[in-house]
């Protein structure tokens, strides 16, 4: 059989189908900062947020037991003679599991780092929590610093004269793999539906969808904040982008108030041949359903309450959604008792173009937001429909995921800019 090669450096990871394998990604990261200089500077300068020339990586461990947790990766590294050790969660997907991060920041945890043989001599030692993945993230992060691939991708720089070595052919690969992922854009003109499943070397479901979801594309009038997160559960994967007003959460004081989380919902769900979309209105106690917290939480008592207030809310929500009824439908599932209310598009979701979608859901997303602050006795605001990307800008959408404390350049539809692609390859 003769032997067939492709000029793409990416090839050998897609080819094994292991490009989106935490366990891999922190193999390579670990040996590349080992064994490669310019890729241990990169690495400390923007995922650490030290300075190279005074921070060197003193120790680092790869899957090192510390008690309730393992890191992927920990690095002992020092900042004005203090020692530092990076406890590292590396996640290639959007679904990042909220009790693993608080089993992290944990007690048992750093007394576990403190006694380690790796590091109980090391005195005055520091620890901090950093998440590094794939994808931004949007949830709950406690005390982890969060930032994403994209960063470390900035930073590369390799001389073109450098020796070529298994570390620095690694880092080519990696680098490369990671433009190509950047470079997936959602195009307005195509049906969402068939965006999401476009054929990738990666999962372009996610990626799509928050594109799609992003301030810069979508964002309705009458809604202060947003964010997008994906959730797995028996090996399905949905994804999910929430809208919410001011006063629509409420925290609870972890006793004998429950408090609220009312927000607008889209789900995407990648299974089957075509994914399935679904807009709703949930009306949820602030504390974690999903996790069991509520009823850890929380005495019958208080949850009986809860139960009523929300009955209450959504009996008032009926009676001010009648101008909507039409495509509005108010009630409670004995199965979801926090899905109070379902929105229906005119659209077919897929044959109609991302952005006439985007046009329909704004539209329905605005009205619902003031028949809820009504229903919620809040003074009615003017709805003003505006477009929300400025003419010409229809491809901008949602470019890189950097972090928003850093707000380094943004890596466009053909990778890094001239100035900043310092990466050979």
Same mark, same amino acid.
């Given at each position: 059989?003769?032997r067939?090669s492709? &000029? &793409?450096p990416?090839?050998?990871?897609?080819?094994?189908?292991?490009?989106?394998?935490?366990?891999?990604?922190t193999?390579?990261?670990?040996?590349?900062?080992?064994h490669?200089?310019?890729?241990?500077?990169?690495?400390?300068?923007?995922?650490?947020?030290?300075?190279?020339?005074g921070?060197?990586?003193?120790?680092?461990?790869?899957?090192?037991?510390?008690?309730?947790?393992?890191?992927?990766?920990?690095v002992?590294?020092?900042?004005?003679?203090?020692?530092?050790?990076?406890? =590292?969660?590396?996640?290639?997907?959007?679904?990042?599991e909220? %009790?693993?991060?608080?089993?992290?920041?944990?007690?048992?945890?750093?007394?576990?780092?403190?006694?380690d043989?790796?590091? +109980?001599?090391?005195?005055?030692?520091?620890?901090?929590?950093?998440? @590094? &993945?794939?994808?931004?993230?949007?949830?709950?992060?406690?005390?982890?610093?969060? =930032?994403?691939?994209g960063?470390?991708?900035?930073?590369?720089?390799?001389?073109?004269?450098?020796? +070529?070595?298994?570390?620095?052919q @690694?880092?080519?690969?990696?680098?490369?793999?990671?433009?190509?992922?950047?470079?997936? !854009?959602?195009?307005?003109?195509?049906? @969402?539906?068939?965006?999401?499943?476009?054929?990738? $070397?990666?999962?372009?479901?996610?990626?799509?969808?928050?594109?799609?979801?992003?301030?810069?594309?979508?964002?309705?009038a009458?809604?202060?904040?947003?964010?997008?997160?994906?959730?797995?559960?028996?090996?399905?994967?949905?994804?999910?982008? /929430?809208?919410?007003?001011e006063?629509?959460?409420?925290?609870?004081?972890?006793?004998?108030?429950?408090? %609220?989380?009312?927000?607008?919902?889209?789900?995407?769900?990648?299974?089957?041949?075509?994914?399935?979309?679904? #807009?709703?209105?949930?009306?949820?106690?602030? $504390?974690?359903?999903?996790?069991?917290? #509520?009823?850890?939480?929380?005495?019958?008592?208080?949850?009986? *309450?809860?139960?009523?207030?929300?009955?209450? #809310?959504? &009996? %008032? @929500?009926?009676?001010?959604?009648?101008?909507?009824s039409?495509?509005?439908?108010?009630?409670?599932?004995?199965?979801?008792?926090? /899905?109070?209310?379902?929105?229906?598009?005119?659209?077919?979701?897929?044959?109609?173009?991302?952005?006439?979608? !985007?046009?329909?859901l704004?539209? +329905?997303?605005?009205?619902?937001?003031?028949?809820?602050?009504?229903?919620l006795?809040?003074?009615?605001?003017?709805?003003?429909?505006?477009?929300?990307?400025?003419?010409?800008?229809?491809? /901008?959408?949602?470019?890189?995921?950097v972090?928003?404390?850093?707000?380094?350049?943004?890596?466009s539809? *053909?990778?890094p800019?001239p100035?900043?692609q310092?990466?050979?390859?």
């Open positions: 059989m003769a067939t492709q &000029s &793409s990416d090839n050998l990871l897609v080819a094994l189908g292991v490009q989106d394998r935490e366990d891999v990604i193999n390579l990261l670990a040996y590349c900062i080992e490669a200089s310019c890729f241990r500077n990169a690495f400390v300068k923007s995922v650490l947020g030290l300075d190279p020339s921070s060197g990586v003193r120790k680092l461990l790869v899957r090192h037991e510390f008690g309730p947790c393992t890191p992927d990766l920990s002992l590294t020092s900042q004005y003679r203090r020692p530092i050790v990076f406890l =590292i969660k590396i996640s290639m997907t959007a679904d990042v909220p %009790r693993e991060l608080r089993q992290y920041c944990s007690e048992a945890t750093r007394q576990a780092v403190m006694r043989p790796c590091f +109980k001599s090391v005195p005055d030692l520091e620890i901090r929590y950093l998440l @590094l &993945s794939l994808h931004p993230f949007e949830g709950e992060a406690y005390e982890f610093r969060t =930032i994403t691939l960063n470390l991708l900035l930073a590369l720089y390799c001389p073109p004269t450098q020796k +070529k070595t298994v570390a620095t @690694l880092q080519a690969i990696f680098a490369h793999m990671m433009r190509s992922y950047y470079r997936i !854009r959602l195009r307005p003109n195509e049906p @969402l539906s068939q965006e999401v499943l476009r054929p990738s $070397s990666y999962d372009t479901v996610f990626v799509i969808f928050r594109q799609f979801f992003a301030r810069a594309f979508f964002f309705p009458g809604v202060t904040e947003r964010r997008v997160i994906s959730r797995s559960l028996n090996h399905n994967v949905t994804h999910i982008a /929430q809208f919410w007003g006063d629509w959460l409420r925290p609870g004081d972890g006793t004998s108030d429950a408090g %609220r989380r009312l927000f607008i919902q889209a789900t995407c769900s990648s299974g089957g041949r075509h994914p399935h979309f679904g #807009f709703y209105l949930r009306y949820e106690p602030f $504390s974690d359903c999903a996790s069991g917290e #509520f009823e850890r939480n929380y005495p019958e008592s208080v949850r009986s *309450d809860f139960a009523q207030q929300r009955t209450a #809310f959504s &009996s %008032r @929500l009926r009676e001010c959604a009648d101008p909507i039409d495509w509005f439908s108010v009630g409670n599932w004995r199965k979801r008792p926090c /899905q109070i209310a379902t929105m229906h598009l005119q659209s077919n979701i897929r044959h109609v173009s991302a952005a006439a979608l !985007r046009d329909e704004v539209d +329905k997303f605005a009205r619902v937001a003031a028949v809820v602050d009504k229903a006795g809040k003074a009615q605001p003017v709805i003003a429909v505006v477009d929300n990307v400025p003419e010409g800008q229809q491809d /901008q959408v949602d470019a890189v995921n972090a928003p404390e850093q707000n380094p350049p943004q890596v539809a *053909d990778g800019a100035e900043q310092q990466t050979q390859e």
